[in-house]
């Protein structure tokens, strides 16, 4: 094999690959043919297969056709020394030789790598939508998935479709949240995917205008963007019935306003951050809602913000984490959020003013 290439362009592509890469000794695939360049990488868990085009793509030729699995780190290291158009080349003995100017590199290859295999079969169910609907998924609901749990299907987000509407679902048995968008297909499916790896495929460098491809094939979910393939292995199991955590009634209902009340659960969090479980308390009492904090030995703060449309009882006392809180007001965009409180141990339901597409649910905790 061998390719001449511009250096922004190989750092575009590998910058978007390093994202499927587990660690810093994971391998690398490049395999050239007549029309474009390929690259692969990833785990057991992820893989990542990304094309560029000779035709489509200015400051790349294809000299000679070939493959080789190289190291990653070292190759990216390299590439992102390097002053200007890159030359490289596999010699008969397996060694990759990078040529940038009067910088000459040489890198072996690796031979006894079985991870970068593209999974083979015909695609499953498949349905498309805007990247930013799918990014708008991801955000409002992987934070809300659990890190570590002796039930895996907690790490992942549930993906249902069905009736013409694409729901994400994530809980980590403390908060729920999930998320909705409508889309123009009959297609019914449901699966679950580790939370991690779709939050790395939300960090590639995604267009707004682009369109996204979901599809099923064997035990991965595939998306599909270009030329550009993330396959995420599917987590196998059943995920919590969540049809009843959104409460039918609630006691207490009110408005309040997203970024003045983020800045305030922020404020906050300095003295709960010194608790064991992060409490911060919120109060409603003469028609205000109080934000409040203390840590002994430390200091407390409090402060008293305005609510709108408080409708149920006047007198309300909770204790949230306050992480937990964080969380979900840093994906909000809305200006305006509402709140339903329905008991001291009852969870505390959010949701937009303008409609019920993002809801998430946080379980009080107890203070001492």
Same mark, same amino acid.
């Given at each position: 094999? &061998?390719?001449?290439?511009?250096?922004?362009?190989?750092?575009?592509?590998?910058?978007?690959?390093?994202?499927?890469?587990?660690?810093?000794?994971?391998?690398?695939?490049?395999?050239?043919?007549?029309?474009?360049?390929?690259?692969?990488?990833?785990? &057991?868990?992820?893989?990542?297969?990304?094309?560029?085009?000779?035709?489509?793509?200015?400051?790349?030729?294809?000299?000679?056709?070939?493959?080789?699995?190289?190291?990653?780190?070292?190759?990216?290291?390299?590439?992102?020394?390097?002053?200007?158009?890159?030359?490289?080349?596999?010699?008969? *003995?397996?060694?990759?030789?990078?040529?940038?100017?009067?910088?000459?590199?040489?890198?072996?290859?690796?031979?006894?790598?079985?991870?970068?295999?593209?999974?083979?079969?015909?695609?499953?169910?498949?349905?498309?939508?805007?990247?930013?609907?799918?990014?708008?998924?991801?955000?409002?609901?992987?934070?809300?998935?659990?890190? *570590?749990?002796?039930?895996?299907?907690?790490?992942?987000?549930?993906?249902?479709?069905?009736?013409?509407?694409?729901?994400?679902?994530?809980?980590?048995?403390?908060?729920?949240?999930?998320?909705?968008?409508?889309?123009?297909?009959?297609?019914?499916?449901?699966?679950?995917?580790?939370?991690?790896?779709?939050?790395?495929?939300?960090?590639?460098?995604?267009?707004?205008?682009?369109?996204?491809?979901?599809?099923?094939?064997?035990?991965?979910?595939?998306?599909?963007?270009?030329?550009?393939?993330?396959?995420?292995?599917?987590?196998?199991?059943?995920?919590?019935?969540?049809?009843?955590?959104?409460?039918?009634?609630?006691?207490?209902?009110?408005?309040?306003?997203?970024?003045?009340?983020?800045?305030?659960?922020?404020?906050?969090?300095?003295?709960?951050?010194?608790?064991?479980?992060?409490?911060?308390?919120?109060?409603?009492?003469?028609?205000?809602?109080?934000?409040?904090?203390?840590?002994?030995?430390?200091?407390?703060? &409090?402060?008293?913000?305005?609510?709108?449309?408080?409708?149920?009882?006047?007198?309300?006392?909770?204790?949230?984490?306050?992480?937990?809180?964080?969380?979900?007001?840093?994906?909000?965009?809305?200006?305006?959020?509402?709140?339903?409180?329905?008991?001291?141990?009852?969870?505390?339901?959010?949701?937009?003013?303008?409609?019920?597409?993002? *809801?998430?649910?946080?379980?009080?905790?107890?203070?001492?």
């Amino acid at each position: 094999m &061998e390719i001449i290439i511009r250096k922004d362009t190989l750092q575009r592509i590998l910058k978007d690959v390093s994202k499927a890469l587990k660690n810093s000794q994971s391998p690398m695939k490049i395999i050239v043919d007549h029309q474009q360049v390929t690259f692969i990488a990833g785990n &057991e868990d992820v893989l990542m297969e990304i094309s560029i085009s000779a035709q489509m793509e200015d400051g790349l030729t294809i000299k000679r056709t070939g493959s080789v699995i190289i190291s990653a780190k070292y190759f990216f290291d390299i590439i992102k020394k390097l002053p200007s158009n890159i030359h490289i080349s596999l010699s008969e *003995q397996g060694t990759i030789n990078i040529q940038s100017g009067e910088i000459h590199t040489k890198i072996y290859s690796l031979t006894d790598v079985q991870t970068l295999t593209i999974p083979d079969g015909s695609v499953g169910a498949k349905l498309t939508l805007d990247a930013v609907q799918l990014l708008t998924l991801i955000k409002q609901t992987v934070f809300a998935a659990a890190v *570590q749990d002796n039930r895996p299907v907690l790490t992942g987000v549930q993906i249902v479709a069905r009736n013409g509407e694409l729901t994400f679902i994530s809980t980590d048995a403390h908060r729920y949240s999930i998320s909705s968008v409508n889309i123009e297909s009959p297609l019914e499916m449901e699966f679950i995917v580790p939370h991690d790896s779709l939050l790395e495929w939300s960090k590639l460098n995604i267009q707004k205008d682009e369109k996204v491809s979901l599809c099923l094939l064997n035990s991965y979910l595939v998306l599909k963007r270009d030329k550009c393939h993330f396959y995420i292995r599917l987590i196998e199991g059943r995920y919590p019935a969540t049809t009843d955590f959104i409460p039918k009634q609630n006691l207490t209902s009110f408005y309040v306003h997203t970024p003045t009340f983020l800045q305030g659960v922020e404020r906050a969090a300095l003295f709960s951050d010194a608790k064991k479980n992060h409490h911060i308390k919120l109060r409603i009492q003469a028609g205000r809602l109080q934000i409040s904090s203390h840590a002994k030995q430390i200091g407390m703060i &409090e402060e008293w913000q305005t609510i709108e449309k408080l409708t149920g009882e006047t007198e309300v006392e909770v204790f949230l984490d306050s992480h937990f809180l964080l969380d979900y007001l840093r994906v909000v965009k809305d200006e305006y959020i509402r709140c339903f409180y329905n008991g001291s141990m009852k969870p505390v339901l959010f949701e937009l003013v303008n409609g019920s597409r993002f *809801q998430h649910l946080i379980s009080p905790v107890r203070s001492f």
